[in-house]
């Protein structure tokens, strides 16, 4: 599998932000919350994500950016494994949101990323999708 994260495997747009946020579900793995739902719109990967990190809790871009980083590096290391459990026929968006208001090290990041993913599976395994 292609470790790469490409433009394709981007949650971007406003009406997928919006529908995503109207018709979710949602947990939290501190520090982040996970927000996803199932698309009806088709993508060449099984899963799309987007990034959030709040203008309120970090003031400078360089900040927020770093945060981003290393969320999305963490997804990118974890993703053959939540792609080798995602039903073929899905195509599922999901929203990483970051809540705390200290930078914390990308150990405790990657950990919560990778139960973020996990906790999807099993919710789409229990649904019977």
Do not use: W
Not at 80 to 91: A, G, M, Q, R
Request: charged share 30%; with cysteine.
């Amino acid at each position: 599998m292609n470790l790469s994260f490409c433009k394709e495997e981007r949650l971007c747009g406003k009406i997928l932000f919006d529908n995503l946020l109207k018709d979710n579900k949602n947990f939290v793995r501190y520090p982040i919350r996970v927000l996803y739902r199932i698309s009806q719109n088709k993508s060449n990967f099984p899963a799309r994500i987007g990034i959030s990190v709040g203008k309120k809790r970090f003031k400078h871009a360089v900040d927020r950016n770093f945060l981003k980083r290393q969320i999305r590096e963490s997804y990118r290391l974890n993703k053959p494994d939540f792609f080798e459990h995602l039903p073929e026929s899905l195509t599922i968006d999901v929203l990483f949101i970051y809540l705390d208001h200290h930078m914390l090290p990308y150990s405790t990041i990657n950990k919560a990323v990778k139960t973020s993913l996990e906790n999807i599976i099993i919710n789409l395994k229990s649904q019977g999708k």
